[in-house]
């Protein structure tokens, strides 16, 4: 378990992480979003006993980061941001450096790199140095290093980030795979990647959390949260028919097409069965009509701008 | 083996995965060439010797040492491998000594690599061998000293050009501090022992007594209490300046 308790990082007069405090439990992939510049790097890199905190603990399976700082970073795999590695080496040198820096010794060395390769899908680029690696596969490289030693704590600092949409697929799906028994922090600022990946998600803004949940909870906290989207194919007076029905709150037009409805609930409660009732009777002429769970986007720009206006004002 | 050992074979290891290595050793042994038998009178002086080989050795250090240190963390900051490397279960103490006793070891295969010279006067002359060897180690020392002042500078930027130019310097002062040049620039009323202890962290101080055959411990230990000085600036600097 990573517990982060009071958690503040200034440098100099700038203070990047505010009083943060939260736990992550075994299972869980924790979501790390925020805005650029909200201190979610500078948490990752105190949580990983790269910085030293200013105030505040954070200690891993009761180990504390700053006190028993090489137990600790025994028990984590970090994926920094930019994945650095050293471009001279080639990944196969690389990888046999980390194995023995992180303690394996004769043919373990070989076994480990070899299941990492595996894993991460390096076999084409094992001989190639580093640097003139993709993108993509020098990303590959540096989530192997991460997971050389089975570590307990995953922490990854945007690893899909410059990735193509295939790229970005494949890193999901194998922290999904590596989530079950481990604590995965992940910071991103995509948010369908939330959404794909993630048991919980936590918002920061600011060096402060603005919002912590399910992605479900975090969805639900839109405006658009059962909100009802319906497509026409001809125009129809579809707020008239609205006015009377309870639980509809308003109805807006899409500004780009004006055949667009969006049909908001009243209070996040269900409305689709009374909308979808009228829509039957009045013979609306459909084309599209679905129920939304919620815009993360528009929950994370809700939270993130209230937090900047607080800070400015 | 420990990760200072690891760390060590990985920084070694890249000084000759590039062509860094071929061309320090290479540019090492013409200029130590030129200046011995051109500029030394190697041939000239009629002596068994090598004090002309030897006593350049300051000066070229003086460039050439700088530039092998100039990217020991300068890099590892820019590239952020620094991140990579301190996140590891590594003490910081074994991050500092491996790289620079990987460094060291390269300006030793390069002096190694000047034994045609030793080979030479031994064929022309009858020298002093014990000399010699204890000139190569004090030459080899100093090397050391020089680095640890390198590896400092590059701890204190990004840029490595930066950190060559800090380390020339600072590695100048430390050459002149012993000589005569700067001991008669003190004002006559400046203290006899400020004046004894500037001269006593000259490098020449030290190095011109071990070229000369003068094996005193005591020189030795200086060029050691010197590096280890510089390496523990170098861990503070690190720890100090790492997060930007």
Redesign the interface.
């Known amino acids: 378990m990573i517990e982060i308790s009071h958690l503040t990082k200034k440098f100099d007069q700038f203070v990047a992480v505010n009083d943060l405090s939260f736990s992550v439990r075994e299972g869980e992939v924790l979501g790390f979003l925020g805005p650029n510049g909200a201190g979610k790097s500078t948490t990752m890199k105190v949580i990983t006993g790269f910085l030293a905190p200013s105030a505040g603990k954070v200690t891993i399976d009761g180990h504390d980061i700053s006190s028993a700082a090489l137990q600790a970073k025994r028990l984590i795999g970090y994926l920094p941001e930019g994945a650095p590695s050293y471009g001279d080496m080639t990944t196969l040198e690389f990888l046999r450096f980390i194995a023995q820096v992180r303690g394996f010794r004769g043919v373990e060395i070989e076994q480990r790199v070899d299941h990492v390769i595996n894993e991460v899908a390096l076999e084409s680029v094992r001989d190639q140095s580093i640097e003139t690696l993709s993108k993509g596969f020098k990303r590959r490289v540096g989530l192997a290093q991460a997971i050389m030693h089975d570590p307990k704590v995953l922490i990854l600092d945007e690893p899909t980030d410059g990735l193509d949409p295939n790229q970005k697929h494949h890193v999901r799906s194998l922290i999904k795979s590596l989530a079950t028994d481990k604590i995965v922090i992940v910071s991103t600022h995509i948010l369908e990647e939330v959404t794909a990946v993630c048991s919980r998600a936590v918002i920061i803004a600011n060096g402060k959390i603005v919002a912590d949940g399910t992605p479900a909870e975090l969805e639900s906290q839109s405006r658009f949260h059962q909100a009802i989207r319906v497509t026409l194919t001809d125009s129809h007076d579809l707020v008239a028919d609205l006015k009377a029905v309870p639980g509809v709150a308003s109805v807006e037009v899409a500004e780009d097409n004006g055949l667009a409805y969006t049909i908001f609930a009243e209070g996040g409660a269900s409305i689709f069965s009374q909308v979808s009732e009228v829509a039957q009777q009045k013979h609306w002429p459909i084309s599209e009509f679905y129920v939304e769970r919620g815009q993360l986007e528009e929950v994370f720009r809700s939270v993130t701008q209230q937090s900047e206006g607080r800070a400015n004002g | ?1 420990g ?1 200072l050992g ?2 060590f074979k ?1 920084e070694l ?2 000084y000759f ?2 062509p860094l290595a071929y061309v320090f050793i290479v540019i090492f042994l013409i200029t130590n060439g030129i200046f011995t038998f051109d500029l030394g009178g190697f041939f000239l002086r009629g002596q068994a010797d090598l004090l002309p080989f030897f006593g350049f050795h300051p000066w070229l250090y003086l460039f050439m040492v700088p530039a092998i240190a100039m990217t020991l963390w300068a890099d590892e900051r820019k ?3 620094i ?2 490397l ?6 910081l103490v074994d991050a500092v000594l491996g790289k620079f006793l990987a460094a060291w070891v390269l300006t030793g295969i390069a002096l190694a690599l000047t034994f045609p010279i030793w080979v030479t006067v031994n064929y022309l002359g009858d020298p002093d061998n014990g000399v010699i060897v204890a000139a190569y180690l004090g030459s080899w020392f100093m090397a050391g000293g020089f680095l640890a002042i390198g590896s400092c500078m590059s701890a204190c930027t990004k840029n490595s050009v930066i950190a060559f130019i800090l380390t020339v310097a600072i590695c100048f002062l430390f050459v002149i501090m012993g000589s005569p040049i700067l001991l008669n620039a003190f004002p006559s009323w400046a203290p006899q022992w400020l004046v004894d202890a500037f001269s006593a962290m000259g490098f020449l101080t030290h190095f011109d007594s071990i070229a000369k055959g003068v094996l005193d411990i005591r020189d030795f230990l200086f060029f050691s209490v010197f590096i280890g000085a510089w390496l523990l600036a170098s861990a503070i600097v690190i720890e100090m300046k ?3």
């Open positions: 083996m990760n690891i760390i990985r290891h890249s995965a590039t590239t952020g491998t991140e990579l301190l996140t590891l279960p590594v003490r790492k997060a930007n």
